[in-house]
C-alpha cells in the first residue's frame, strides 16, 4: 500500500520552520511521512531550502502562481494533508495572507495553518476539537478525532455556549452535566468514547484559545465550511489570528440537521 | 417454554366458504367485528348458526372482540347462536335497533344497558305511527302498526301475504314490489314515506325521531343502529381497540328506494378509520367507502374465518393509526437515536424498557431498568442495568428503513424495518396488566437466523449469573445482595412463507434481596399459559382503563393534545400500583440523576396520580412510608426530633445527594442542597396530604400516612428558632430556588413547614395517633409565629431574609431568551448577588397551599417575581402556566404550557437521551388540571373554577375525586359535570352542588356559574 504523505508548504519566511516541524510531527502520528514543497513564485528557496536542508527533508520545488501550485500538490490520492504558515501581515486584518486564505478555502482536504511563533520543535501531545453541535461539524470531524485517538493524542471536544445557545434548563447540575456530557459525547464522537468534553460559556473564539492555553493543547482542530468572508467562520478566523498552536482545519458541508421525528408528528397530530 | 417449530399449515378446517375471493383491503388483521345479523351473519332466523356459533367462539377465544348489532330482541337473537363465548375476548349483542346491549360469556346472557323510553316518548312513537298511518291512508295506501317493539313502532308497508317474510335473497322484487304499490297510490318513492314518519315523529314530539326501512317496513323510534355503532366503538375503545382496527359488516349498506340501506347507520363519524364491508345483494349499489364482498352470510362467514385463521398462524396485531394517539419516529439517526429510544419507551410501573430498534446500531442504547432496584452506594447509587427482552441478533445496517409507532393508548411499541432486503415487523409491550412481563412478536424473521440469547445485560451491566430451569433461560444481575432476575423463552412459527417468533419475558426485582431464578420462571410459565392473545387483550384493556380515569382533552387546539397524552403516557407508566414505587426523576425512561428520588415525585408527578389512579400514590407514599426510620435516625444525627427526609433518595432513604461535584466546566464544586435543601420534609407531607385529599383514604391518614404528618411536623418544630422577636425563624437553607443558598427565613420553606405543623395538628385532633394533642397545640402554637416574610404594604412575601437589598437585576429583560440557565449566563456568584430565580420559590407556596398564603397575594407577586425568573429548571414552566392561568393572564399561560408540553419531545433540555423529565410532564397536567380548570380537592368537596383561553373550545378532564370517576368539561359558557357516584363539588364561589351519573350543566351567568334547567 502506498504510504501517505503531509505535504509541507515552505516558504521563504520565518516561520517555514514551524511548518516543517509540524508535518513531520504529524507524519509521526499518522505514520505518513512529509513531502516538503516551495512555490518559485517570488525568488529562489532560501531560506525553504536552509531549513528542508537542516531537517534533511528533501524538497520539491515548483513554479507559481503559489496558491495554484499548492493546491495541485495536495491533490493526490496519497496526500492525507497540507500544512502551510499563516504569514498574515501583522498589522492587517485577515488572520491569514492572502496565499494561505486562497489555499485553506480551496484546499479540500485537512489543512494545518501554523502560527510564525509556534514552540519549536513542534509536539502534538493532546488536540483541542471544537464543536457547535451540528451535525455537519461532528460529520466533519468524526475521523479527525478517530485518527486523534488512534495516534494517541489527549482529544479534548470543546462545546462553547454562546448566551443565545445556552441550554433552557440546568435542572441539578451534578446529574445534569454527566448526563449532557455522555450524550454529547455520543452524539458527536460516537466512535470513539474516550475523549474528554469540555464545555464552557463565551465568545466561542475566545474561549477555544483560553481552553487551549489552559489545557496545553499541542493543536486546535476546527470544522469549517471554507468561507473566510468577514462575518463567516468567525471562530476560525479568530483563533487563526491568534492561536499560538498548529490549527488544523477540516472541510465540513453545509448539511442542515433535520427535526427530530417525533416533535414534528406532535405538531401535526393535533385532535 | 422451549423453543419449538410450529409448521401449522392449512390445519384449520376450513367451511364451505372456499369459493368465496377476498378483496385485498380486508385480508388484513382486524381486532374487532360489528357485524349486522338477519341477512349478514345468517340468511334468515330460522337457518342454522352453528358453524357461526363456532367461529364466533374461537375468535372470542383467540382475542377478538365480537358485536353483533340487530333490530330484533335477544329472544330472536341468542336461540338460534347460542354462542357461549369463553374470552378472552368479549361478544356482545347490541339489540333493539339500539336500545339494548347484552353481553354474551360462558355465563350465558346478561343485560349489559338499556335506553328505556319514558312514558311521554312512548305515548309519543304510538302517535307518531298512528300519524303516519294516517297520512299514508289518506293517499289510499293501507298501511298498518304491526308491532310495538322497544322504543320503536314498526308499519307494514306491504301487508300481502306473498310478503309476510321474504329473504333477503330477493330484497329486489320487494323494493320493486313496495315502490310499485307505493306508486299506485301517488306516493313518489320509499323514501317520502320515511320522510312522512320522520315528519310525524316530530309533530308527536319526538324531539329526534330514528326512522328507517328496510323496504318492507318503516320504522319510528327513539335508538337506531347508529346507537349501537356508536356504542360499540366506545365500548371498544375501553378495551383499546380504535376504529382503524374494526371491521363493520353488514349486507344493507347502500340505499333501497331511495331511503338509506338500515346498515348504513353503522357508519357513524367514529367509525370513518374502521374497514365497512357488505355482503348484501345491494341493488342501489354501497357508499365508496364500503367495500363489496358478495356471497351474503357465506362471505361473512368468509371473512370471519380469515380473521380466525390470522390468529391460530400468529399474525401481528396491527396499531391503530389514530393520529392524535400515535408517537411516531421515521428512520434512524444516530445523533437523536438515544432520544428517540427514551420517548418510545414501555414501561408498566415495575420495568422500563427504552425504544430502541429491534435489530442492533452502536448509536442504540438498548436497555431495561427496574423500579427501585439499585446498584453501588451513596451519591454513586444509580438503577441497576438489567437484561434486555427486545433484541435480536440482526445488525442495522446502511440503508435499511426503520419506522417505530408507539401507540400511547395501549403501550404498544410497532416496529416495522427494512433490512438487508427482508421486511421484519414487530409488536412489542411491557404488559400493564401483570407488571414485569413483557411480549414481543416478529414476523419475517429469517429461518436461519437464530436468536442466540433471548436475555442479553444492558452494556454497563454488573455481575451477571445466567442458568436454565426446565428449559428456560434466566439470567440475574446482581448487585451485591440483591438484583433483578429474568426468565425468557421463545417460539417460532413457519406458516407457509411466513416466519413468525414470538417471545416472553418475566422480570422478578427485589430492591432488597436476591430474587430466585424460579420466581421469574413460574411468572414466565404463567403468561405462557395465558398466551399472546390474552396478553395483548389485557395490555389493551388496562391501558383503555387508565385513559378513561385520567384523560384530558382539549377541544379546538392543534398542538397540544399529543404531547398532553405523551406526558401522561409516561407518568402512568413509570409508577407501579402496588408495594412501593420509587419514582426517579426520569422514571423508568433512562438512566440520568441515577433513579434518584427528589421532590419532583412528590410534588410533581404524585398529584397527577391521586387524582386519577390512586394505588400508584399510594405506592409512591409507601416508599416514603419504608424510609420513615431513616429519616427520623437523620435527624435524631443532625440533633432534631421527628424525620428528615433526604433531598435525593435511592434505596436506604439516606441522602444520596453528594457533597461536591465537577460542572459542566469541569470545575469541582461544593453541592449544598443534599445538606440544605430541607423544604423536602414539608413536600412529603403534603404528598401524603394530597393522596388524602384526593381520595378521602382516612385509614392511611390514621395510619402510615398520619405517621409522615406527625414526624414531618415533628421535625419542624425542632428545626424552627424563636428569635429575639419572638418570630420562628429557620435559618441557612436551600429554597427551591436554588440559585441562593444557605439563605434565612425562605418564605416556601418557612411557609411549608407552618402548613406541616397546621395540617398535622389537623390530622392529630381528627384522630390521628403518634403525638399528643398537647404537642399538636405546641405545634399550632408555633406555626403561629413563623416569619413568612409578607410585607403588608407591597403585598408581596421576600423570598428569603435579604432578598430585596440584592441587585435587582430582571433576568427577562437580560437574557436573550427566556427559559435560560442563569447560573450558565451570569456565573454563579453573579446569580447569588442578583434578584435571579431559577423557578417559582415564593409563587410554589401560591401553588401548592394556596390556602396559606394572604388572599390577592398571586397577582403581585407573580408580577414580582416572574420577570425575575429565569426558568432555569424544567419544573418551572409548568408552574407557571398554572400559576398564570389562576391569575387570569391566559395568554401567558398558554405560552408557558407550550413550552412545557415540548420540553421532552424537542429535547429542550439536550438531556432527554438520559430519561424523560417526569416532573415536567407532571406539571404540564397540574397547569391544565389546578391552573386552566381550577381543581382543587378537599375534605368532602371538589373545587372547580375554570380560566379557558379563547382559543379553546373545551378542556376535558377526567379525575377520580373519593373514588368517583369524574368528568369535567370546561366550555366557554357552559360546564358539564358528571360523577359515577354522587359528590359535592364546588364550582368557583357558587353554593356546592351535587353530581352524579345523570351529570350537570352549568351555564356561565354574570361571572358565575347557575345551573342550567
Known sequence: ?271 | MAVRIDRRENQQEMLSTADIALPKAVRRRFEAVIFDWDGTAVPDRQSDATDLRQLVEALCQAGMELILVSGTHVGNIDPQLRARPPGPGHLHLCLNRGSEVFQVDEGGVRLACRRTASPEEDAALTRAAQLTVERLGRQGLPAAIVSQRLNRRKIDLIPEPAWADPPKARLAELVAAVEERLHTHGIPSLAEVVAIASEAGKEAGLRDPRVSSDAKHVEIGLTDKSDSARWALNELWKRGIGAGQVLIAGDEMGPLGGVPGSDSRLLVPDSARATAVSVGVEPGGVPPSVILVPGGPRAFLALLEDQLRRRLEHELPLVDRSPSWLLPVSGFDPQLERVHESLLTLADGKIGTSGAPLVRHPAASPRVLAAGVYAGQGPETELLGCPIWNQLSLPLQEGDRLERQLDLHTGILWQDLENQGRRLTAVGFSSLARPGSAVLRVEGLPPDVIPERLLPPTEDAGAIEVGEIDGQSWVRAVDGDHGVVAAAGDRRYQIGASSRYDRLAAYSADPSGLPAPQSAAEALDEIDRAGFERLLTEQRGAWADRWEAAGVHIAGERDLNLPIRFALFHLMASVGSTGEAAVGARGLTGPAYRGHVFWDSDVFVLPFLAATHPAAARAMLEYRIRRLPAAIARARAEGRKGARFPWESATTGEEVSPTEARDRAGRLLAVRTGLLEEHVVADVAWAAATYADWTGDEAFVRGPGGALLVETARYWASRILIGSDGRGHIPGVIGPDEYHDAVDDNAFTNVMARWNLKRAAAAVAAGTPGASPAEAQQWLQLAATISDGFDTSTHLYEQFSGFFTLEPLIIRDVAPRRPVAADLLLGRERVQRAQVLKQADVLMLHHMVPEEVVPGSLTPNLQFYEPRTAHGSSLSPGIHAALFARAGMLDDALQALHLTARIDLDDLTGTTAGGLHLGSMGSLWQALAFGFAGLRPSADLLCVDPRLPEQWEALTINVRFHGARVRIEIRPDQLLLQADSPLRVGVSAAPAVTVGPAGLVLRRDNGGWEEKL
Open chain 1, 1 to 271: 500500500m502506498k504510504k501517505m504523505k503531509v505535504v509541507a508548504a515552505l516558504d521563504n519566511s520565518p516561520v517555514a520552520r514551524a511548518v516543517l516541524s509540524t508535518a513531520a510531527a504529524i507524519a509521526e502520528l499518522l505514520a505518513a511521512r512529509v513531502e516538503a514543497v516551495h512555490v518559485r513564485e517570488a525568488g529562489p528557496a532560501t531560506t525553504a531550502a536552509a531549513v528542508a536542508e537542516a531537517e534533511r527533508t528533501a524538497l520539491s520545488l515548483s513554479d507559481g502562481p503559489t496558491a495554484g501550485a499548492l493546491v495541485a500538490a495536495s491533490d493526490g490520492d496519497d496526500v492525507c494533508a497540507l500544512v502551510l504558515g499563516m504569514r498574515a501581515a501583522p498589522a492587517g486584518h485577515r488572520p491569514v495572507g492572502p496565499t494561505a486564505g486562497e489555499v485553506i478555502t480551496t484546499v479540500g482536504k485537512p489543512v494545518v495553518v501554523v502560527p510564525e511563533h509556534s514552540a519549536l520543535p513542534v509536539r502534538v501531545k493532546s488536540v483541542l476539537i471544537p464543536l457547535d453541535g451540528t451535525a455537519s461539524t461532528s460529520a466533519a470531524m468524526e475521523r479527525t478525532i478517530e485518527w486523534a485517538r488512534d495516534a494517541q493524542l489527549d482529544v479534548h471536544l470543546l462545546h462553547v455556549y454562546e448566551a443565545a445557545s445556552l441550554p433552557f434548563f440546568d435542572d441539578q447540575s451534578h446529574h445534569e452535566a454527566p448526563a449532557w456530557s455522555r450524550e454529547f459525547r455520543q452524539r458527536h464522537s460516537p466512535r470513539t468514547a474516550d475523549v474528554h468534553v469540555q464545555v464552557r460559556t463565551g465568545i466561542p473564539g475566545d474561549v477555544v484559545l483560553a481552553v487551549a492555553h489552559e489545557l496545553e493543547a499541542g493543536m486546535i482542530a476546527l470544522a469549517w465550511l471554507q468561507e473566510l468572508l468577514p462575518e463567516r467562520a468567525r471562530v476560525v478566523q479568530s483563533v487563526l489570528a491568534l492561536s499560538s498552536v498548529p490549527v488544523l482545519l477540516v472541510p465540513a458541508s453545509s448539511r442542515e440537521r433535520e427535526p427530530v421525528s417525533a416533535i414534528a408528528a406532535g405538531r401535526e397530530a393535533g385532535q
